[in-house]
């Protein structure tokens, strides 16, 4: 392991990549397989339409191949992998798989928060770095079709698979990440969960109201961590559920909706995956430049909220 040397390194985001599968399920397709129309699902969703197939392992070794690529590193340079999924191909060993398809040979581990799963990753990735660690990937993949219970049209708009992943690479001095906020309140897991084999059950009305609350709570947290105000918010990349509540959180913390990142339109909701999707669209786009402030947030089951502030950019000290 490399050496403990907290408080020298930061860590900066070097390389991003995405995966989704092929197939394309649209709204009018659902429409043919339950009582739902596409004019429901848009006006109270956003999604138009959503991917669906593949495994959570494969998909990850396809957003984590792009991202080394970009970062212009070998496999074999990566410190540790981080993989953030609520739907495990396996029980474990996940991120070990990935780890072994890449060619990589680092501690590699998986982290559940459902959809708030990739900020908890990405932290505990800056986290890695701060403690000594010089390289490290962090995967956000979900394979949420295999959960969804195709007869419940309450559910199935909503959830889809994808893969987004990032490297984040250490530097001189404190890096990009500014603040972050990891929170969760367990006495709320049975608005939203799922046993084990079983299928996303979910009293949606009630989500949505305590998913806006949980967001606004916990990016009011990092920008205050941060030291700035929503003003400075250049962009924010939010969790991808349900363009609504995006909204709605937008509209409470004092947030534009031209500055939010919003693929569900296109992806529906892919849990861990939906962040780094989001951020790599608005990147891909042009719409980050050096030294924008950057806020993520996420909410998902259990519930948990996630949220950090970056600063976009800084030299990776090779
Ligand atoms: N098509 C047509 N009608 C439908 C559908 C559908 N797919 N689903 C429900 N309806 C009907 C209902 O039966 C109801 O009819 P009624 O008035 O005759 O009883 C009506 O539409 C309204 O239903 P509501 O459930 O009250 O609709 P709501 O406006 O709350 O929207 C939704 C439902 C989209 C699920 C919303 O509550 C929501 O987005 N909640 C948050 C969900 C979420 O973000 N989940 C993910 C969390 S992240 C994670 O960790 C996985």
């Given at each position: 392991m490399p050496a403990i040397r907290p408080g020298t390194k930061g860590g900066v985001i070097s390389g991003w990549g995405i995966a989704l599968p092929e197939k394309v399920l649209t709204n009018h397709e659902l429409a043919e397989m339950m009582d739902t129309s596409d004019e429901w699902i848009v006006a109270r969703t956003g999604i138009h339409e959503r991917r669906i197939g593949g495994s959570t392992i494969g998909l990850s070794v396809e957003s984590g191949r792009q991202a080394l690529e970009m970062a212009g590193l070998?496999?074999?340079?990566?410190d540790g992998l981080v993989l953030a999924t609520?739907?495990?191909?396996?029980?474990?060993g996940n991120a070990a798989a990935v780890q072994n398809e890449l060619g990589m040979r680092c501690g590699a581990f998986d982290v559940n928060a459902a959809c708030s799963g990739f900020v908890y990753a990405l932290v505990c990735g800056h986290g890695l770095i701060a403690m000594g660690a010089d390289r490290v990937l962090v995967i956000g993949t979900d394979t949420l079709s295999r959960i969804t219970?195709?007869?419940d049209r309450g559910t199935a708009p909503l959830f889809a698979d994808g893969s987004g992943a990032v490297v984040i690479e250490s530097v001189d001095?404190?890096?990009?990440?500014l603040g972050w906020d990891l929170d969760a309140d367990g006495?709320?897991?049975?608005i939203l969960q799922a046993e084990v084999g079983g299928y996303i059950r979910m009293e949606g009305k009630e989500v949505f109201r305590r998913a806006v609350r949980i967001m606004v709570d916990s990016a009011e947290k990092s920008m205050a961590h941060a030291g700035?105000?929503?003003?400075?918010?250049?962009?924010i990349v939010p969790h991808q559920a349900n363009v609504r509540i995006i909204d709605a959180a937008c509209q409470r913390l004092g947030i534009?909706?031209?500055r939010a990142a919003v693929v569900l339109d296109k992806t529906g909701n892919t849990s861990s995956a939906s962040i780094p999707l989001a951020l790599a669209d608005a990147l891909d786009n042009g719409r980050v430049a050096n030294g924008d402030l950057v806020l993520f947030v996420g909410f998902g089951g259990g519930m948990t909220a996630a949220s950090c502030v970056v600063r976009w950019g800084g030299g990776v000290d090779d």
């Open positions: 070998d496999p074999s340079r990566i609520t739907t495990p191909d396996k029980q474990w219970d195709w007869d001095g404190p890096g990009q990440l006495s709320l897991l049975s700035i105000s929503a003003d400075d918010v250049a962009l534009p909706m031209e």
